[in-house]
């Protein structure tokens, strides 16, 4: 029964762009156990490139939210080979799957792509940045970082990087000014008690978030920072449960349509998340 509604899905999938329905795929909630194949894929084949491009976006859309990073670059990569011209935004889609999937150089090639297509744009150059900062290119994340700025200096996510990137570098004193664009003293002093903890300089970082506490005494994350440091440095176990834990909250970051909407940036990791942005939509 499950394949047979599978396959009615995807009937309906493959029909409604010629019947100018296409946007009720984005209702279906169509989220297949596996890559389609097959007799599946034969369907696609039946249809002009322009509608089975569409149908490989509004699939990849689906196997992303569904987890399956790897097929959906499969999907979005047909439909830009299908209808280069239309598609060739996802190349910021297919950043974003190549960084998820650890495959950097894949993932800078495509980020190079969109930065063609809108070089002024904020948010884009704050994902190149956050790529760059996730490998511990601290420079070259905080010269991406100062472009995205240039652009709007009141952008949040930037500016936490930013004076996280400083703190990686050791410039605190223009971490804090960074920081407080946005940000509170006392959770700029506790941002840098964190890039401290992470350097492992435990008796600095441990100075740092007492400092914040003394600014704001029930600043929530600057006394479960404090609290990790007592409790000494994690075993291998905790380490792994750390690092599954980001794995799966990173999975369940919600695509954003492509076609309609421009896609969303990657998840920030820093004690001081700001909300994702409000998604805009592509001319």
């Known amino acids: 029964m499950k394949v047979l509604i599978r396959h009615t899905l995807m009937a309906l999938a493959f029909a409604l762009p010629q019947i100018g329905c296409f946007s009720v795929l984005t209702d279906l909630n169509l989220t297949p156990d596996a890559p389609i194949t097959g007799s599946e894929r034969s369907q696609e084949s039946r249809l002009s490139d322009k509608d089975a491009a569409e149908a490989c976006v ?36 297919l950043a974003v799957l190549y960084d998820r999937m650890g495959d950097e150089r894949k993932a800078l090639d495509e980020y190079s792509q969109a930065l063609k297509r809108t070089p002024k744009d904020a948010d884009l150059l704050n994902d190149v940045g956050y790529c760059h900062y996730n ?17 709007n200096s009141q952008h949040p996510r930037a500016c936490t990087n930013l004076g996280l990137a400083l703190a990686q570098q050791g410039k605190h004193d223009e971490a804090m000014k960074t920081f407080q664009v946005t940000l509170r003293p006392a959770e700029a002093k506790a941002n840098i008690a964190f890039v401290l903890a992470a350097q492992g300089k435990r008796e600095e970082a441990r100075i740092a978030y ?48 492509l076609g309609e909407r421009e896609p969303e940036s990657t998840q920030d990791q820093s004690p001081f998340i ?9 001319k």
Do not use: M
Request: contains cysteine; proline residues 4%.
């Open 58 to 93: 509004a699939l990849a859309a689906d196997l992303e939210k569904a987890g399956h990073y790897a097929d959906a670059i499969v999907e979005f990569e047909q439909a830009r080979k299908l209808e280069p011209k239309k598609y060739k935004h996802v190349c910021r889609r």
């Open 135 to 151: 490998r511990g290119r601290w420079s070259e994340a905080e010269g991406y970082f100062r472009k995205a700025l240039a652009v």
């Open 210 to 257: 007492e400092a914040a506490l003394e600014l704001d005494p029930g600043l929530v994350t600057a006394r479960q920072g404090l609290s990790a440091l007592e409790k000494g440095p994690a075993t291998k176990n905790e380490a792994v449960q750390a690092a599954s834990n980001k794995s799966k909250a990173a999975a369940k970051a919600k695509a954003a349509l």
């Open 274 to 282: 700001v909300d994702p942005r409000t998604i805009g939509k592509i």
